[in-house]
């Protein structure tokens, strides 16, 4: 899961040095997507990790995996706060998992929070994931149409609040409503 924890200071790493290696790299050099998670997990994934761009990372011999099938799904973990970005990731069919079924994915999400800790890369590091990674990937995906922010314009949390109480007009003919059944509490 997308959690930092503290952690005591620990020996080197193949991490340690594929953030040596990254910092070092040309200018015009990318990173794939598996080698920008091996970099913020500090080379520590509980499972196998594989991507669209033919990249992977973690034990290949693991019982649980995740596949990053499109772009879009890069762009829901990159602008995702927290697990917002795995869950709209998966949810929207951009990220498959492996080794649980996909209505049941609980263990992997267990694996994931107890064992996966993000850690901020050096500052020339993250400058060439975010070249990695592009622009068009850190903009966040509009939500699906017919959804709305809480209290928001048009909701009820938002500029409708002064209507409450008020019964929606009909188009069609009903019946007397009583205020115990139209939903008005009576006071105004």
Do not use: W
């Not at 080379?43 to 973690?58: E, K, N």
């Not at 994931?112 to 800790?117: C, I, Q, W």
């Amino acid at each position: 899961m997308t959690t930092s924890k503290e952690r005591r200071p620990r020996p080197a790493t193949r991490a340690d040095a594929t953030t040596a290696d990254a910092t070092t790299a040309d200018a015009s050099g990318k990173l794939t997507l598996a080698e920008i998670l091996e970099l913020v997990a500090g080379g520590r994934l509980p499972l196998r990790f594989t991507a669209y761009d033919g990249s992977s990372a973690g034990p290949p011999d693991a019982p649980l995996g995740i596949e990053l099938k499109t772009p879009r799904g890069t762009t829901y973990l990159a602008t995702g706060r927290g697990d917002l970005g795995l869950a709209r990731a998966y949810i929207a069919g951009d990220l498959e998992i492996h080794g649980v079924h996909p209505g049941d994915p609980y263990e992997l999400l267990k694996a994931l929070a107890d064992e996966l800790v993000f850690r901020m890369p050096p500052p020339r590091v993250m400058a060439q994931i975010l070249r990695s990674i592009g622009v068009e990937h850190l903009r966040p995906i509009a939500p699906p149409p017919g959804r709305r922010r809480p209290g928001g314009v048009g909701s009820p949390r938002g500029a409708g609040m002064a209507r409450r109480g008020t019964p929606k007009p009909s188009t069609t003919t009903t019946t007397s409503r009583t205020p115990s059944t139209n939903g008005c509490s009576g006071r105004r």
